[in-house]
């Protein structure tokens, strides 16, 4: 499947930067499912519009805001000047007396909001809202900003990873999987409107820093995890563990074009700075991460939703659901599958 030919892909929310990247008051480009966009705090809010003026097709992004615009600030182009508003249409044109009247068009507007901490994109009028995660909210918990990093990984291949849970015993047995224990113990999903919910259990060794961030002198320790996927390419997944310890980890793989994904993770968890440093937090995500990494960059990437072409095996339950979820999405909105072009 190709992210980017897939056009209700372009109507769900997406993850692309924290928030802090617009707080110096410049424009900043992304490239969402292979459309140059840029953004910019505006008024009321993030906007997000083409990065492409319409008037000689310079990149906004070079550009700079105009606070002289009324409602301003403006994104104004760095070639003549024109300034446009978070709508996409032109407020100003420094070269004639007044805003050139009668003028139809501008850039391509888009949707952009804040939440969590993150500046989020819809490139259309979004079929899904912005995922909720109820932990977000609750007293106690705390959020720590972990990654927001290019990887060449489709988004389903990072999503079906999250929920593999054969993988921990091999990917992960330098951080916390058990290489003798490779079978891992059924899970349940349930469907929900949005993706669904896996529930399951998953027995872990608790190496180098993992005793220090769960409190526990244990040598090994269970899992109970829910884990949350959203449509099409997102996941919450939360983890109890029996000291009382909650986390919650959210992961997006925004898709920048067909190879590659941003790859936006923050977590939320019930202990505090005292009990577990964000530091050390991040730091043994960014080891478990990187383990995931180099086997994801150098999987092949244009993931068949069709069950013929993979082979699969019982605890890909999964990853099968979402191939099936996605299918039925696009057939839902009369598309086809796009795939790369095949030798016969
Ligand atoms: S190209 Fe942007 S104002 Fe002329
Ligand atoms: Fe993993």
Not at 24 to 45: E, Y
Not at 57 to 84: I, T
Not at 251 to 269: F, G, K
């Amino acid at each position: 499947m190709l992210a980017t030919k897939q056009k209700v892909f372009r109507r769900f929310w997406y993850p692309v930067m924290p928030k802090a990247h617009l707080a110096g008051g410049k424009p900043v480009p992304f490239r969402l499912m292979g459309w140059d966009i840029v953004l910019w705090q505006a008024k009321d809010g993030p906007a997000a519009i083409a990065d492409q003026c319409p008037h000689r097709g310079a990149k906004l992004s070079l550009g700079f805001l105009d606070h002289e615009v009324p409602d301003g600030p403006a994104l104004a182009c760095p070639y003549h000047g024109w300034a446009f508003g978070a709508d996409g249409r032109c407020r100003k044109v420094p070269q004639a007396h007044e805003p050139l009247r009668g003028m139809k068009g501008g850039a391509k507007r888009h949707h952009a909001a804040e939440r969590y901490g993150w500046i989020w994109v819809a490139l259309e009028d979004p079929i899904a809202p912005i995922p909720d995660i109820p932990e977000a909210a609750l007293p106690g918990f705390r959020q720590i900003d972990e990654f927001h990093e290019e990887w060449a990984v489709p988004g389903l291949r990072l999503m079906e990873n999250s929920f593999d849970m054969a993988h921990l015993s091999y990917v992960h047995a330098e951080s916390f999987g058990i290489l003798a224990e490779p079978r891992p113990a059924p899970v349940e999903i349930e469907h929900k409107p949005w993706g669904f919910v896996m529930r399951g259990e998953a027995p872990v060794t608790n190496k180098g820093v993992s005793k220090e961030l769960l409190k526990t002198d244990a040598e090994r320790t269970l899992r109970v995890i829910e884990g949350r996927w959203f449509l099409p390419f997102m996941r919450a997944s939360r983890i109890d563990y029996p000291t009382g310890l909650t986390h919650v980890l959210v992961t997006a793989a925004t898709p920048i074009d067909d190879r590659r994904s941003m790859i936006c993770q923050w977590v939320y968890r019930n202990d505090t700075e005292a009990d577990a440093p964000a530091e050390k937090v991040i730091a043994f995500d960014r080891q478990v991460t990187n383990e995931d990494r180099l086997i994801l960059e150098s999987s092949s990437w244009d993931v068949p939703l069709s069950m013929s072409e993979e082979l699969h095996m019982p605890s890909d339950k999964p990853g099968i659901e979402m191939r099936r979820r996605l299918a039925a999405l696009l057939a839902e909105h009369g598309e086809e599958e796009a795939r790369l072009p095949r030798e016969e």
